[in-house]
């Protein structure tokens, strides 16, 4: 049985990593290996396939603390150190693992592993599929649709799922006799677990397929449309049903779980529905009073009335041009800065000279 793969490796950090430094590494190279970087390279959606598997597993600390026994005892260990739970007592808690989750999809999972062990005989669900995805700031703040890239696998176009090449033969699989499936026995238990020779299909090819290589799939990119609510902040998950993976035995497709992400904005920032903005002013504007042209989230300009002698970090609020969400609605908060010149002509300095003296200014 081949080994599990290393999600630690995967994400570069270290066993004893803590979730932010998981979440960290993952958004990192979740940017590196986007397909939308790279359109058409099968390789690197194939990267960006495993890391997200790899941060599905670890960001969750039920599953993540599954795959570490499935590290330190291997499948048949961690299954009955699941069973036994934390004291040794038959029927602790441990959740086993669904299929495809640890790197065993080539020999049809853990999923039928499992089944066979503790009699689980009804089909496995399909894993969602579980992306993190930036939105820009306005989106999120007024609703709208973005596009998200979805790693997939299909059956291959050119082979149509056999696996065979074209003209190639397709004969029963000796190993197995066609069954799919082998048993084996390990500490007082009968196992089935799929055919390692013909990886659970019961046939085998003289020749494989060029473009799956005998996998019977290929890895594609799904483009999708995402509808993200109004007043979305960073952390919403939206469960998209059946628009994932599809089932490898015709079952119902699998989910697709995004976590949105909210950009920064250059100008505004976020306070509950209250949004934030900071406006420069000059020195003579302060002085004597203006009108300001402020932009709103909406594209709109609203004239805010600055009165003499306003200094920096007075606030002036604009009502109801905030964040919208569940029938309610925040304000903008305009903070004012006021900018000095940094230098002056001779006439100008004299001229200030003057003022400063006739009105008591110390300097």
């Known amino acids: 049985m081949p080994a599990v793969k290393d999600y630690y490796q995967v994400l570069g950090v270290s066993p004893s990593a803590t979730e932010p430094e998981i979440k960290k590494a993952y958004r990192r190279l979740a940017k590196q290996y986007h397909p939308d970087a790279r359109p058409g390279d099968a390789v690197t959606a194939e990267r960006f396939k495993v890391i997200n598997e790899a941060y599905s597993v670890l960001s969750d600390a039920e599953k993540r603390k599954q795959y570490d026994l499935m590290r330190k005892f291997g499948p048949l260990g961690a299954a009955a150190a699941g069973r036994r739970g934390p004291s040794g007592a038959r029927g602790g808690g441990g959740t086993p693992f669904q299929e495809g989750e640890f790197g065993f999809g080539g020999f049809g999972g ?3 592993l499992f089944s066979s062990i503790f009699g689980r005989g009804r089909k496995a669900d399909v894993e969602p599929i579980e992306l993190s995805v930036e939105i820009p700031f306005r989106v999120a703040a007024l609703g709208g649709k973005v596009p998200v890239t979805v790693p997939v696998t299909e059956t291959c176009p050119t082979c149509g799922g056999t696996g065979a090449a074209p003209g190639a033969s397709v004969t029963t699989c000796p190993e197995c006799n066609g069954r799919g499936e082998i048993s084996f026995g390990q500490g007082g238990f009968a196992v089935r677990r799929p055919c390692p020779a013909c990886r659970g299909r019961g046939r085998v090819t003289s020749q494989p397929c060029p473009v799956c290589r005998g996998q019977t799939e290929v890895a594609v990119n799904k483009r999708i449309m995402v509808t993200v609510p109004a007043g979305t902040d960073s952390g919403h998950r939206i469960r998209l049903k059946g628009q994932g993976q599809r089932h490898p035995s015709g079952g119902a497709p699998g989910d697709i779980i995004i976590m949105l992400q909210v950009e920064r904005d250059r100008f505004f920032h976020r306070d509950g529905l209250d949004l934030t903005c900071t406006v420069p002013i000059n020195l003579a504007q302060a002085v004597l009073g203006t009108k300001l ?52 002509t001779a006439e100008q300095e004299r001229l200030f000279t003057e003022f400063a003296e006739k009105t008591g200014l110390k300097y």
Do not use: Y
């Open 293 to 344: 042209r402020v932009r709103t989230i909406d594209g709109r300009r609203v004239v805010l009335k600055i009165p003499p002698g306003t200094g920096p970090g007075r606030k002036f609020r604009i009502r109801g041009h905030g964040i919208e969400r569940n029938g309610l609605r925040g304000d903008q908060l305009v903070e004012i800065t006021v900018t000095v010149p940094e230098q002056l």
């Open 110 to 112: 853990l999923g039928d």
